[in-house]
């Protein structure tokens, strides 16, 4: 048996197959997580413990991220064919829950798609595949300047860049979320963009059967031209999908609003977040 272990622990020995990463933890049903751009299973480093208590959680590091392989440049398309079929390989359940962030949502739902008797559950958080170049979005990030020379700088500029794009309000520059997203940017080894700008989520949601759950933080800032216009995509694909927007939360949702998020996941892949139908 696995055991319940604190977050910080998901930086131990993961186990590597077909080029990806997975990081176990706690019991029961199987529920497997996939991080965002510019990102690794970091990304739900808040909430291992709250779902390790209900789930066997199988934190992933897909492809040219975190502790996974090394990918060829490849482009977007490619990417997740080559991302899918080592997911479908690599989970060893022969049915799970899956719970996507953002980039890591476009490989969710392509899976969901393809492998309809695998995915229990699938539930999108963030997410992105909508095709949208995002001209005329205003975010200004700053130039990260020499970690080695201007610390200081440094971390400064990667708290201000996570207040324009993951939050919504910038952490301190020594809060510890500046050195997880610090972590994710040295181990980021693909350009995850080429995912995220692709036009296939809405036609892959359309294609799936399983129940799926949609939740945005309602300040995202990444979503252009508006969360509505995104939840109204959505709910056409899948007019039966569960959707949730919670306030006063950023792109990073299930950091931000981390009870909140982990509450709405327990119950839905828990199958009693099912009784409630599609909300707002």
Not at 120 to 138: D, K, Q, Y
Not at 148 to 172: E, K, S
Not at 264 to 273: D, K, M
């Amino acid at each position: 048996m696995t055991p319940v272990v604190s977050p910080t622990s998901l930086q131990s020995a993961p186990e590597r197959k077909h080029g990806i990463a997975l990081h176990r933890f706690g019991n029961g049903a199987p529920l497997v997580l996939l991080h965002g751009g510019l990102g690794s299973s970091r990304h739900w480093q808040t909430n291992i413990t709250a779902l390790a208590h209900h789930f066997e959680v199988l934190a992933i590091d897909l492809p040219g991220f975190g502790d996974a392989d090394d990918v060829e440049a490849l482009d977007g398309e490619p990417y997740v064919k080559r991302a899918v079929a080592a997911l479908a390989t690599a989970v060893p359940a022969r049915r799970f829950g899956l719970a996507a962030f953002s980039f890591g949502s476009v490989i969710a739902t392509a899976l969901a798609r393809e492998s309809p008797d695998r995915v229990a559950h699938l539930s999108l958080l963030a997410p992105a595949g909508f095709g949208a170049v995002p001209n005329g979005r205003a975010i200004s990030l700053l130039p990260l300047p020499p970690r080695d020379t201007d610390l200081a700088g440094f971390r400064a500029a990667v708290a201000h860049n996570l207040g324009v794009t993951m939050l919504a309000r910038a952490p301190d520059p020594n809060d510890p979320v500046v050195d997880l997203q610090i972590a994710n940017i040295a181990q980021a080894r693909f350009d995850s963009r080429k995912v995220s700008l692709l036009d296939r989520l809405p036609r892959d949601l359309a294609g799936t059967c399983c129940p799926v759950q949609v939740i945005w933080g309602e300040r995202d800032a990444l979503v252009h031209p508006s969360v509505t216009g995104r939840i109204e995509l959505c709910r056409a694909a899948r007019p039966d999908a569960t959707v949730i927007e919670i306030p006063d939360a950023g792109h990073w949702v299930q950091r931000e609003a981390s009870t909140q998020a982990e509450s709405l996941l327990i119950r839905f892949h828990s199958g009693r977040g099912l009784l409630d139908g599609p909300g707002r």
